[in-house]
Every structure is written in structure tokens, then in C-alpha cells.
């Protein structure tokens, strides 16, 4: 069981790289963003930023190997790219203890760590220097980012340990799961704790484990981001989105890679579908070509068993010579090597290679070709000389007497030597193999006498052939077809049996295009994932965005309510004397600074102590409401109404003369002395006018105005007085009665 899903998560490998390596690299997203914050900025989380981008690249590097020539140039650089993205996280934990008060040494630590790695590359190869960087630099790196977070976890706000903590954990795993299940090395610990030792008792590629690894650490620091931010915004309807939001994404994630997945599956499948028919097809092209090749040796072996001289030469009376010149006519017509005439012991009692004689000829009693012949059918059989090099082929008929008796076998041999040479250019690795799986023709140099699958008695077959057998290049034996590991590679292995023989043709399609055509699938997946993802983050900066400015709304309305409250009169809604000494203040300055006219009418309701101690205060402050009312209605925008205090108004004027501002003061007296006043009745009110003049104060122009309001009660009351327009007491003051 954990074989049959150990070789089914073999093909699963370039899908499982392009999620560890998007997963990386959204932590490294992630990581980004909390390195804006005063707390990322202090950790230096900008370092985890990088370490996601870059160990993501490193994975979607060995992706890219899976779909092209993993040639030593782009193992050297993706070697690199992995020893350089383990840097960060170590440089991160540095920065960490020496802030911590711990003595920690200075960069320069890094350069003979990473001048180990290159010299183990260039001395022990590539794997060596993969394995050499995940000890010196991964597992440190990821462990010690673990304790770090573990102590940054004590000085967050206590909603947020729980995820740092979590992501601590995370770092931990990964650490063993990268930087100490490395691939298998010859050395220790590599030779025993390796990437081939957990897929053994797991079934499960250690790849997978990466990836689910760095998709929680992706959710988990995902998740620290988004309570950093509900944090700093400070809104319930934020911190309410963010969390349905984050999940709703979360889901989404899920489903586009499952999906993802089972279109990338399906892509695969159309291809693996493809591949068994086209090595179908390959197989029977081989097939035909061995067979096209014996096809002269299997008629003209029929044709020299039924010719008379040598039937003559086996049932006597026949002439030896005349045999012979038959014989060899036979072997040049056909192109065989060797041609024999056997008798029923097995016997040669001619050849064609007379140097070679009959008396050094073995007997052929025990082979197949021999006994399949004396059975009465026609014999095939290929064989191997103990020189090595391609086999031949044996094909034998029997020879009969009249009355259908087999007296003798009549048999030709042809070298497949050609055949070999012209299918060397084959593009697809082929073997022809003989019964025990030792290869004995292939396109494939350095091969030949090697078994393919485990086999018994090795030494006996690496006798016979003068050559090691070497180790087998699949697990277990194909009895028609599969898809297997083969040297170390999944791949899609048939096999075809050559009729009347025990030898077979057995083609090999690599795995590296079915990854080419599910590569549409990831791209299709990525696409949608980061479709996905950013419509999780403009939504997420919109509503941020909206609570900010409704945030900044807020404010602001209870601000100006604030200034409204702290500037307005409660009873009549006008200014109080607050604004008032504010604007008279700027109008002032300003018609000092650009010579331009402001007037003051200064405004008292007539005897409104009698109205309070008859009607009582509610009437009088009834009297108020409706007399600011009627006031402001009789004034310009640009003007500023205020209550002076008790029954006295205020009004300042800007751009106004003295004679106008007295226009202004007597319809004002006009419209209060005909309105009606509900509990009342009639009154009046009695104003004072100034108009500001070079050298004028506050105070002093206050005065003049107050002293003209005095003079129109001391004149009778409900009349207009102007205050004179110069502060000397010589001059008499303007009236309006």
C-alpha cells in the first residue's frame, strides 16, 4: 500500500513543488506586510519576507527540472538559489540574539559556510552540496527562527501568541523536515536519515510534508498579519470582515487547488493515455523489425530442411559435399552466420563454417531451437555468444522422411548486429531481453548484460557473459506494462514477448512529459490562485480604507460638534462670546492689514427685566429664541450673530460703513418692534453702532459702541445711536430716531 502511493505521489511531484513553492512565497507576502508595522519593522520580519520569496523560487527551480533537462549548470544554480534563501531566516535569528543581549558572531560567519558548500559541490558533486547547505544552513535557520518567535510570542497581546506560536512550531518541522531528511548521500547521517528513508515508511515523499508545512506557516503568519490589523484599525466591522473574508479566501484557496489538481490529473492522464498508445505502437514497430529481420533465416531454414541432398545426407546415401554446398548456398541467401545440419542426437554433421569443423561444434540436444524442432514445429530461439555483443538468431525446421518422420533438423543462424546498429538513433530507451531479464540488445549504451529487474543466480549469468551484471533498473519484474520507477525515474515501462521464444522487448517512456503536460494545470491553478488572492487584498485595503474614512468622519462630525457646542449659545442657537472675540479678533486684524471697513451693533432688549419679573424667565427666554430668530433672518451670511449675554446681541459686519451698519441696526429695531410675542406682547429693543476706525482695539471699538447703546437708552429707548467715528469726546455722535 505505502509502494502503490509512494509511486502515485512520484507523479504528483511537479504539482506538489508549485504549491510548496506558491505557499513560500505567500508567506513571503505576508511577511512583507508585517515587516510595515512598528512590530514586524522592529523583528526585521522583511528577512522572513525574502526567505519566502526566494526558498518559493528555489521550489518552482526544481518544478522547472522535472519539465526539462536537469542538466549539472542548472543543478549547481538551483543548489545556489536554496543555499542563498536559508541565509535570511539565519540572519533573522542573529539579529534576534544580539538584540536579546546574546554574543553572537558578525556576518562574515556566513562565508565559510557557504565556501564549505561550494567545495563539497566541487569535490563530492551537487548532492553532496545540497545535503551539506540544509545542515549547515537550513535546520539553524529554521531553528532558530523558532525560538525567536517563541520569545517575540511573550510580548504580543495575548490573542496573537497562540499564532505565533503555532508558526514557531511550524518553523520547527520544517526545519527537520528540510534541513534534516536531505537526499540520500554517502555519507552520515545522509546515508540513513534521508529523503528514500521516509518515503520507505511513510509513503509519502518528504516534498509533500515541505509543502503542507509552509502552506500553515503561510496561514498561520496570514493570520498574525490580520490580528495586527484589526489591531490598528480598532473597528468591529473591520475586524467582522476581515475574519469571514479570511476565511471565505481560505476556502477559495482550497478549492481552486483541489480543483487545480484534478484538472493537472486529468491533463496527465489524456498524456499518460497518449504514451501507452504511441509505446504500444513503438513496441510493435521494434517487434516487427526483429521479426522482419529472422523472417529470411525462418523461410530459408524450411526450404534447406526439405532439399534432398540433405535428406539424402541424414537417411545415408547421400553425398556429404553435395550437403554441404547446399548448406552454404542457404547461409549466403539468407544472410545467416552459421548454418548446421543436426541429427537426432543433437549431433552437427554439417556446417558451413568448416574452419570451425564438426568435431568442435557443441551438440544442441538441450537447446530450445533443437527441441521445438524434433517436436515437429518450426524453432526460434535467440542466443548470446560468450563474447558479448548483440545476439543472433536461431532458426531450425525439422527434416522429415517421406512418411513424416523427423530424422534431423536443419538450422541457420543470423547476427543481429545490424539490426542493432540502425536502431541505436531510436528515441525512446528500448531492451531486448532474454528470459532471465538480462539485456542483450538496447539502444541504450552501457546496458547491455545488465538485468533489468532483480534476478537469481548472478554469477552464474555474469559468468557466462564475462561481465558484471550491475544492479537492476526496476524493482520488480513487468509482466505487460506499468508505471514504475526505472533508474531512480517514474516512467512507463511495456513489454512485448517475441512469439516461440522465452525472450522479450521491453520500451521505456520517462515521466518528464507527462509533467510537460500537466504544466497547463499549474499555470491554470496559479492563475486562479492569485486571482483569488488579490481580490482578498483590494477588498481587504477598500474596507480598511471606507472604516478609516468613516473613522475620520466620525472624528471630524465630533469635532465640529464639539467646536459648535463650545462656540453656540444652548438657548438660541446663535454664537456665543467666544466666536464673537474670535471673529471680531480676525476682522480687526484684517481691516488693519488691508484698510478695509467692519462696524459693530451692540443690541439691548428694552426693559426685559419687567418682562422676566411679569411673563417669568420661560416667557423671557421664549422672547430670546424668537428674537435671534428674527435677527437672523434680517442679516447677511457673511455676518456673525452672537449673544452678548442676558438680553444683549452682538453683531459684527465686515465690509460695512458706519452709516450702512446704522441701516442695518434700524430695520433690525423695526422688525423687533412689530413682531408679536406670544405671552409678551410688543418690545423693543435699543442699539448701538460703531464703526471701526484706524487705531481702533477691541476694547476701544467695543467701548465707543457700547457707549452709543447707552446714550439710545438714555435718548428714550428703541432708537438707533452711532458712535462717533473718532475716539476725541469733543465730537457728538450720530442718532437715528
Known amino acids: 500500500m505505502r509502494e502503490q502511493m509512494g509511486l502515485f505521489l512520484a507523479t504528483q511531484l511537479d504539482f506538489i513543488f508549485f504549491f510548496y513553492g506558491l505557499a513560500f512565497m505567500l508567506l513571503g507576502a505576508v511577511c512583507f506586510s508585517i515587516a510595515r508595522g512598528a512590530v514586524g519593522k522592529a523583528a526585521r520580519f522583511d528577512l522572513l519576507g525574502w526567505f519566502g520569496l526566494v526558498h518559493g523560487g528555489s521550489e518552482w527551480l526544481d518544478l522547472t527540472a522535472l519539465i526539462v533537462d536537469d542538466g549539472p549548470a542548472f543543478q549547481a544554480f538551483r543548489t545556489t538559489v536554496m543555499s542563498a534563501s536559508y541565509l535570511f ?100 547521517p545522509a546515508n540513513t536519515l534521508n529523503q528514500n528513508w521516509f518515503v520507505t515508511l511513510t509513503g509519502v515523499p518528504i516534498q509533500l510534508v515541505r509543502g503542507l508545512l509552509a502552506a500553515a506557516l503561510a496561514v498561520m503568519m496570514w493570520s498574525v498579519w490580520g490580528r495586527l490589523q484589526t489591531v490598528a484599525v480598532g473597528s468591529n466591522l473591520y475586524t467582522a470582515y476581515l475574519q469571514r473574508h479570511f476565511l471565505t479566501t481560505l476556502a477559495a484557496l482550497a478549492v481552486i487547488f483541489a480543483g487545480g489538481w484534478a484538472l493537472t490529473n486529468f491533463l496527465g492522464d489524456i498524456y499518460k493515455e497518449n504514451i501507452q498508445t504511441e509505446a504500444q505502437g513503438d513496441l510493435k514497430l521494434l517487434v516487427s523489425r526483429l521479426d522482419g529481420e529472422t523472417a529470411t533465416v525462418d523461410a530459408m531454414v524450411k526450404a534447406l530442411s526439405g532439399s534432398r541432398a540433405v535428406h539424402s545426407l541424414l537417411t545415408g546415401g547421400g553425398e556429404a559435399e553435395r550437403a554441404q554446398t547446399v548448406l552454404g548456398r542457404n547461409v549466403e541467401a539468407s544472410g545467416a552466420t552459421l548454418g548446421q545440419i543436426l541429427d537426432l542426437s543433437g549431433a552437427v554433421i554439417a556446417s558451413s563454417d568448416r574452419e570451425f569443423g564438426l568435431l568442435g561444434a557443441p551438440n544442441a540436444a538441450t537447446a530450445l531451437y533443437f527441441r521445438v524442432a524434433m517436436a515437429g514445429g518450426a524453432g526460434r530461439e535467440f542466443v548470446q555468444d560468450n563474447e558479448g555483443g548483440p545476439p543472433g538468431s536461431v532458426a531450425s525446421y525439422p527434416i522429415r522422411r517421406e512418411d513424416e518422420t523427423v530424422v534431423g533438423v536443419a538450422m541457420l543462424k543470423k547476427s543481429l548486429v545490424k539490426l542493432s546498429t540502425s536502431l541505436q538513433s531510436f528515441d525512446r530507451p528500448f531492451f531486448f531481453v532474454d528470459g532471465n531479464g538480462v539485456v542483450m540488445l538496447s539502444n541504450r549504451p552501457g546496458t547491455l548484460n545488465r538485468g533489468l529487474w532483480p534476478i537469481g543466480a548472478k554469477a552464474t549469468i ?211 418692534a412689530q413682531s408679536a410675542f406670544a405671552s409678551v406682547g410688543a418690545i423693543t429693543c435699543s442699539f448701538g453702532v460703531g464703526e471701526y476706525v484706524a487705531g481702533d482695539s477691541v476694547e476701544s471699538l467695543l467701548a465707543r459702541t457700547d457707549n452709543a447703546l447707552y446714550r439710545a437708552k438714555l435718548n428714550g429707548r428703541n432708537r438707533v445711536e452711532c458712535a462717533a467715528p473718532v475716539t476725541s469726546p469733543d465730537l457728538v455722535p450720530m442718532h437715528l430716531g
Open 462 to 672: 555474469a559468468e557466462k557473459f564475462g561481465a558484471p551484471i550491475g544492479a537492476p533498473m526496476l524493482a520488480s519484474e513487468i509482466t505487460d506494462a506499468a508505471w514504475t520507477m526505472f533508474n531512480g525515474r517514474r516512467s512507463y515501462v511495456m513489454r512485448s514477448a517475441i512469439p516461440k521464444t522465452e525472450w522479450s522487448m521491453l520500451i521505456v517512456t520517462p515521466l518528464a512529459g507527462m509533467f510537460a503536460s500537466r504544466f497547463l494545470g499549474i499555470i491554470i491553478t496559479l492563475q486562479l490562485a492569485l486571482t483569488a488572492l488579490f481580490h482578498f487584498l483590494g477588498k481587504e485595503h477598500g474596507v480598511r480604507d471606507s472604516v478609516q474614512m468613516q473613522s475620520r468622519s466620525d472624528l471630524q462630525t465630533l469635532a465640529d460638534s464639539l467646536e459648535v457646542k463650545a462656540n453656540t449659545d444652548p438657548l438660541t442657537g446663535l454664537y456665543n462670546r467666544a466666536k464673537f472675540n474670535v471673529v471680531i479678533a480676525h476682522e480687526l486684524a484684517r481691516a488693519q492689514r488691508y484698510g478695509t471697513a467692519f462696524s459693530l451693533i451692540v443690541c439691548d432688549i428694552d426693559r426685559f427685566k419687567e418682562v422676566n419679573d411679569v411673563h417669568g424667565h420661560q416667557a423671557g427666554d421664549q422672547v430670546l429664541v424668537q428674537l435671534s430668530a428674527i435677527f437672523s433672518a434680517g442679516i447677511r451670511q457673511t455676518d456673525l450673530l452672537a449673544r452678548w449675554g442676558g438680553e444683549e446681541f452682538v453683531l459684527v459686519l465686515p465690509a460695512t460703513d458706519g452709516l450702512t451698519a446704522a441701516l442695518v441696526a434700524e430695520k433690525l429695531r423695526r422688525a423687533a
Open 89 to 188: 531566516p539565519l540572519e533573522f535569528a542573529r539579529l534576534a540574539a544580539i538584540r536579546l543581549g546574546a554574543p553572537m558572531p558578525g556576518r562574515w560567519i556566513y562565508v565559510p559556510l557557504l565556501m564549505a558548500v561550494v567545495a563539497t559541490g566541487v569535490v563530492n558533486g551537487q548532492v553532496s552540496a545540497n545535503i551539506l547547505a540544509r545542515y549547515l544552513l537550513g535546520a539553524p535557520g529554521a531553528f532558530g527562527t523558532c525560538v525567536v518567535m517563541i520569545i517575540r510570542a511573550r510580548t504580543l497581546e495575548i490573542l496573537s501568541r497562540p499564532l505565533v506560536l503555532c508558526a514557531a512550531a511550524c518553523f520547527a518541522l520544517y526545519g527537520f523536515a528540510a534541513g534534516l531528511i536531505v537526499p540520500a548521500g554517502d555519507f552520515w
